[in-house]
Nanobody, 115 residues
Framework: QVQLVESGGGSVQAGGSLRLSCAAS????????MNWYRQAPGHERGLVAG???????NYAPSVKDRFTISRDNYKSIVYLQMNSLKPEDTATYYC?????????WGQGTLVIVLS
């Protein structure tokens, strides 16, 4: 069992920055990748960024060059640094732990970008 707790959401003006954190606890050694997803009202949940245990990263095209995902394996924390935020980045952001047989999700943290 893995538990995930996100923090760092809030309201920010367009062009501003926020850093989200996701703290994992429990059987964290079973996690092979950590991801950030987001879901805006009326839209499906979609992948924003991911990072493997080895440090390889991938990003959605819409956030590439603006967002950076990183992880502290010792502390079992994953970060999402979000710069140059746009109103279309407004969503609830969810942390996800990818592992077998079933992954884990956090409760979500709301990000609102004001125009």
């Amino acid at each position: 069992q893995v538990q995930l707790v996100e923090s760092g959401g809030g309201s920010v003006q367009a062009g501003g920055s926020l850093r989200l954190s996701c703290a994992a606890s429990g059987s964290t050694s079973a996690i092979d990748a950590m991801n950030w997803y987001r879901q805006a009202p009326g839209h499906e949940r979609g992948l924003v960024a991911g990072i493997t245990k080895g440090g390889s990263t991938n990003y959605a095209p819409s956030v590439k060059d603006r967002f950076t995902i990183s992880r502290d394996n010792y502390k079992s924390i994953v970060y999402l640094q979000m710069n140059s935020l746009k109103p279309e980045d407004t969503a609830t952001y969810y942390c996800n732990a990818h592992m077998s047989p079933v992954g884990a999700w956090g409760q979500g943290t709301l990000v609102i970008v004001l125009s």
